[in-house]
């Protein structure tokens, strides 16, 4: 079945110490996006990439990066965690932009611990 | 910027009972407008959207929402909820950036 994956499920950090979170795409979408989900909070868009196509939302701490290699995968970097960076965080592709009506599919998120 | 808003962020029936959970958007053009369910430790999965065809929409595992432009609302119903409906809603709307913006979410527990 088409999917979108992320590795791994769960995500233990040390705080200050680099960590990247995965995502892969069987669907071939043009979109990958990155949210944060706090606990008992709407997800938080992060970035997305259309196509090679980085854009980064205006209040995305500099401590978040993103690399998107090829179509299929997409990377999450935090360079510096710290304890309020822990989260889920949820990797979704578009075959197009939504504005055209495309849904968002999401995989089943990573969840981030900081100790 | 569009918004939309989600009135109560827990909601508790009656397995059995009829599943309303409210979503009012604002926007001065007509939307785009999506509802996600969120299983616990899961991602978001797609449950129906509205693109301006017809104005009720069905979506999988029973839920329905209606388009209601007058109302500026977007409610998702089921008739009868199941134990396995217990998960968090969200209602989503496309903003002027071609980016989904998500209501606050709901909460909805089935109880036996």
């Known amino acids: 079945d088409a999917m979108v994956i992320q590795n791994p499920r769960y995500q233990v950090t040390q705080f200050g110490k680099p960590v990247t979170l995965s995502c892969s795409q069987t669907?071939?979408?043009?979109?990958m996006y990155w949210y944060q989900q706090k606990s008992s909070q709407a997800p938080k868009l992060l970035f997305h990439y259309y196509d090679k196509d980085f854009n980064n939302e205006a209040d995305t701490p500099d401590n978040f990066q993103s690399r998107r290699p090829n179509t299929s995968f997409c990377f999450l970097d935090i360079r510096s965690p710290g304890l309020g960076d822990a989260a889920m965080y949820l990797c979704?592709?578009?075959?197009?932009?939504?504005?055209?009506?495309?849904?968002?599919?999401f995989g089943p998120g990573t969840r981030l611990t900081v100790t | 910027a569009q918004s939309v808003t989600q009135l109560g962020s827990h909601v508790s029936v009656s397995e059995g009972a009829l599943v309303l959970l409210r979503c009012n958007y604002s926007?001065?053009?007509?939307?785009?407008l999506f509802w996600y369910v969120q299983y616990p430790n899961q991602g978001l999965q797609l449950l129906l959207k509205y693109t301006s065809a017809a104005t009720l929409v069905k979506g999988i595992n029973g839920f329905e929402a209606e388009f209601k432009k007058s109302e500026t609302s977007f409610h998702l119903t089921k008739p009868s909820a199941h134990m396995s409906d217990a998960a968090e809603y969200f209602c989503?709307?496309?903003?002027?950036?071609?980016?989904?913006?998500f209501g606050g979410g709901t909460r909805l527990m089935v109880k036996p």
């Open positions: 926007s001065s053009v007509p939307p785009y």
């Open positions: 669907l071939n979408h043009n979109v």
């Open positions: 989503a709307v496309i903003h002027a950036g071609n980016m989904l913006t």
């Open positions: 979704a592709t578009s075959r197009e932009r939504v504005l055209a009506g495309y849904e968002q599919y």
